[in-house]
C-alpha cells in the first residue's frame, strides 16, 4: 500500500513540475504540425478541372457504348471532383458558379439510370453547354469544352463486357 501512494505521490509530483515546460512543447508540436499542414500538397483548380475533363470525355464514349455502369461510375468521379473542388478551393471566386451545373448533372444521371441512349446523348449535350456557360460566367471562355470525337485513352474499351 505504501508502494501504490508513494507512486501516486511521485507521478502527481513530476506532473505538478514545469507546467510551463509541458505547455511550450505542446505549442512546438503545434506549431510543428501546423507548418506541416501548409507545406501539404493540395491540388489546384487546374488539376480538379483536368481531371473532370477526362472524366468528360470517358463519361461520353461509356454513354454512347450503353457501357451503363461505367457511365454511372464516371458521373460519379464527376461529382466527387467537384465537391473536392468546393472543398479544397473555396477561396477561388468560380466556386461561386459551380453549382449551375447540377440540373445537367441531374439529368445525365437520370438518362443514365434509364439506360437511354437518345436522352443520354441530349443530357450529355446539356452537361458540356453548363460546362461552357460556368466558363463564360468565370471570365474563362478561352477554355472551351466540345463532345470528344476521341477517345482520351488508348488502353481502355468503352464497351461493356458481357
Known amino acids: 500500500m505504501k508502494a501504490i501512494l508513494f507512486a501516486v505521490f511521485l507521478f502527481i509530483l513530476v506532473s505538478c ?3 510551463g ?3 511550450q512543447a ?3 508540436k503545434i506549431d510543428s504540425l501546423e507548418q506541416q499542414l501548409t507545406n501539404t500538397y493540395k491540388p489546384g483548380f487546374g488539376e480538379f478541372m483536368s481531371g473532370i475533363q477526362a472524366h468528360h470525355a470517358k463519361l461520353w464514349f461509356a454513354g454512347i457504348n450503353k457501357n451503363w455502369e461505367l457511365a454511372a ?3 460519379h468521379e464527376i461529382e466527387e471532383a467537384l465537391e473536392d473542388v468546393r472543398k479544397f478551393c473555396s477561396d477561388r471566386p468560380e466556386i461561386k458558379a459551380i453549382g449551375m ?3 445537367a448533372l441531374d439529368s445525365t444521371k437520370n ?3 434509364q439506360k437511354n441512349p ?4 441530349g443530357s450529355f449535350h446539356l452537361l458540356t453547354a453548363s460546362c461552357n456557360n460556368c466558363h463564360r460566367a468565370t471570365d474563362h471562355t478561352f477554355n472551351v469544352i466540345t463532345v470528344p470525337t476521341e477517345r482520351p485513352v488508348v488502353n481502355q474499351d468503352f464497351n461493356p463486357l458481357h
Open 118 to 121: 437518345s436522352s443520354f446523348k
Open 73 to 75: 461510375f464516371e458521373l
Open 26 to 28: 505542446m505549442r512546438a
Open 21 to 23: 515546460d509541458h505547455l
Open 17 to 19: 513540475n514545469e507546467p
Open 101 to 103: 451545373i447540377n440540373p
Open 111 to 113: 438518362s443514365i439510370q
